[in-house]
């Protein structure tokens, strides 16, 4: 879907794995190829870890809470147990 004036912007905000970088490997090409895809799409905002790498931060932009949920599972990072939680908040940019 495309950014449209319907369109929310959600954050993600995950947990990733204990010893993340070297468990992501066989799927972090993958995920990557994704991102872009999502991106591209005007699906995808930004998304990165956190300087420890322990959480994830994305906002992503849909419709629904629901849409954005299954962006999220369909990604190999969450479908690999790379991602082990998250949570997607609505949200408003103010600025």
């Known amino acids: 879907m495309a950014n449209t004036d319907e369109s929310k912007k ?6 990733y794995c204990d010893q ?15 991102l872009q895809i ?5 699906q995808l905002l930004t998304v990165g870890p956190t300087k420890d790498l322990t959480k994830v931060f994305a906002i992503y932009i849909g419709e629904s809470e629901a849409e954005v949920r299954a962006l999220v599972e369909a990604d190999p990072y969450w479908q690999n147990q790379i ?3 998250f949570e997607i908040y ?3 940019q103010v600025f």
Do not use: C
């Open 90 to 92: 609505e949200w408003i």
């Open 20 to 34: 993340v970088l070297e468990k992501r490997v066989p799927f972090r090409q993958a995920h990557l190829e994704n």
């Open 83 to 85: 991602w082990i939680s």
């Open 38 to 42: 999502l991106k591209d799409s005007g």
């Open 10 to 15: 959600y954050v993600m905000w995950g947990t």
